[in-house]
């Protein structure tokens, strides 16, 4: 089974994890079977957005085949900075998707900022994936409802509302044709709820894995032991990220 | 003339295994509050409904001219619960309080739609307290509102404190069925609310106990409304939308 996760980390100086070499953490992933990684920046989300994003370009410039980096930007820049940034990004760096983090990044959906950013993500081609399921800033349907004045732009939930909002994720995806749902971090009874309530086409898989070993392994578990049978694995863990987002990875 | 005023929001507390409504009319009066529309609190919201309902009713027949009351009905008592929401509307109770929190459920959950549903074959109001994270919160509200379009909702406490100063508007803006009542919350989302919403969909709430009925008509009153909006907000609002026959 080939296995894209949509939701990994490039472990930096925040949220207390350690810096690692792009090397190791692809190791790493590799030997839990994943054949490609959607990877973010997490220093970036607290800092100086533009260095980190060189950082993570840089870092990943020569694992192509296996790391589709995301950039992001900070609202509270502004919008016509933060575009300038995001169009930077797609074309000097080769980025290909945006991360947003509201609580991280302290913005609610309703700065200024932020339907500009999204609606641009969406002329560039770029999903947008947030952070979601943490009040105050980050529910589901925040996200759905700036989602919803972006109809052209990808978003998506990164994790799937979490335990706690996971029933607002699914109403979101349910209503909203460009909302996808990773299921990164979610306990895997609400996974399964989600798994079959939703538009199996917008379901993604994700792990949270670069922060600490061991947690794309426990990730894929999830998805073996409840019931899933093997095409619709094959969608959520492959074909669903490479409509998004088509990669040429090198076991892929 | 002086203002009328209308309270959408007050709670009546429990003490003692009972509801004790002293304390509040002796409130209304100093605060010149002309009728309340008033819920049971604690365990009569949360376990006790029946005897909070009969307490609530019994309150509203006393002092017709004061109050009027909502009936509390915990989903989670399935078939229960909507028999006795359904009984008390047609006693003469106006409305249904819903207590996410407090009630042990999310407000994205279906399990409480029967009881919206009854309240749409009465044309009750649903009041919902909102504010807390991960039950209550506006756009669940707007989610259900938009389930329920026939059904008026009223957003407690304008989602206080966190989502006041941002989802409010947005989510009030989907659903035009909801109104937002101003308990709690600060001065400038009031005025946000006249100005960005509309003045048509604002009810003033004291928010008893929780706040003070005179703290929150002077926030209120320290805006400088004009004498149209403020008396749309203390008065017309909640008479028509609770379909209060106010007598002089």
Redesign the interface.
Known sequence: MKIIDCHTHFPGEVLGAQPRPIEQIRAEFERAGLCGAWIFTVDGLRKESARNNDILAESTRNHRDFFVPFCTVDPHDGAETAIKELQRAQRQLDMKGLKLHPWLQAF???HPAVLPILRKAGELGMPVIFHDGT??YS?P??I??AAEKCPQTTIILGHAGLD??Y??AI?ACRRLPNIYLCGCAVSSGYLKQIIESCDINRILYGSDGGFAEGIVEHAIDKYLHIGLDEAVRQKIFYDNPQKLLPTRYKNG | MAMIIIDCAARIEAKNGKLQASDWLEEMERAGIAHAVIAASDEFVTVYNEQGNRQILELARRYPEKLSGLAAANPWYGEKALEQLEEYLVEGLKGLYLNPQRQGFLLTEKIVHPLIKVCDKYAAVVYCHTGTPVCSMPFQLANLARTFPRVKFVMGHAAWSDFSGYDVFPAARQADNIFVETSCGGKGLVRRLTDELAPERVLFGSGYPRSNARVEINKLKSLNLSGEIENKIFYENARNLWNLDLSD
């Open positions: 609610s959906l309703t009040p105050p529910s349907l925040q759905a409802a706690y909002l029933n607002d109403i």
